[in-house]
């Protein structure tokens, strides 16, 4: 157990619909990053908060939007869902983010898998 | 963008040392070197990370290339347990984000 909880485990939904993810961070975290790994691919990420504000972005499309709360816990929004989005999606965790080139050790939750049918 | 690659699939038997390659050749000197793995049906967790120096934990060794454009993670003696797929990633600068990019990964193979 790496102390990160992803809810739901499951989400099946219809195109055009929209769905939220929730990751809660290990106890002391700061950092969150949100990952989508599709099948059989390796994880694409997607953003990275710091303590409440966006650190880092990577493709994450423009129906896609993150936030990280004051108690640190984050939530995904994927909106429009098209069938491609099927995927499960990661949400980690790391205690901070040192400098401009490290990350130290990111935790991972077990995933929210989504199906958009 | 600093990228890595990993051979696709590696195949080890049962309780033998397994070395897993992994090529960056356009890494900078400040970027880290992480290796993760994904167990089937998990999150990937954390393996080791190093900068310069040859790296050792409870779990694996990571050798550095001393002109660090390539690493070797080191299984020393590989169980069922083990079989993954490992990512080896590095953390990149492009403009004023930070890329976090990940190899294809080595899909690891035990054989009993």
């Known amino acids: 157990d790496s102390g990160v909880t992803q809810t739901p485990k499951h989400l099946i939904t219809a195109t055009g619909q929209r769905v939220t993810l929730r990751c809660s961070p290990r106890s002391g975290d700061l950092s969150v990053y949100w990952y989508q790994q599709s099948l059989d691919q390796g994880l694409q990420f997607l953003i990275q908060?710091?303590?409440?504000?966006?650190?880092a972005k990577g493709n994450i499309l423009e129906r896609f939007s993150a936030q990280q709360f004051p108690d640190l816990h984050s939530e995904l929004n994927l909106s429009s869902l098209e069938l491609g989005d099927s995927a499960l999606y990661f949400c980690?965790?790391?205690?901070?983010?040192?400098?401009?080139?490290?990350?130290?050790?990111?935790?991972f939750g077990p995933g929210t898998r989504l199906t958009v049918l | 963008d600093a990228k890595t690659t990993q051979p696709n699939s590696m195949e080890s038997n049962e309780e033998e040392p397994v070395h897993l390659p992994c090529n960056h050749s356009?890494?900078?000197?400040?970027?880290?070197i992480h290796w993760y793995r994904q167990l089937p049906s998990q999150g990937p967790e954390y393996v080791i990370h190093g900068l310069t120096s040859n790296v050792n934990n409870r779990m694996a060794s990571l050798a550095i290339a001393e002109d660090r454009k390539s690493s070797t993670l080191i299984l020393h003696r590989a169980t069922l347990r083990d079989a993954a797929v490992y990512y080896c990633i590095l953390r990149d600068l492009m403009d004023s984000n930070y890329q976090l990019i990940w190899g294809a990964g080595t899909k690891l193979i035990i054989k009993p």
């Open positions: 908060y710091y303590n409440g504000e966006e650190r």
């Open positions: 980690a965790s790391s205690q901070r983010d040192r400098g401009l080139r490290h990350d130290n050790e990111q935790f």
């Open positions: 356009t890494i900078s000197g400040t970027d880290y």
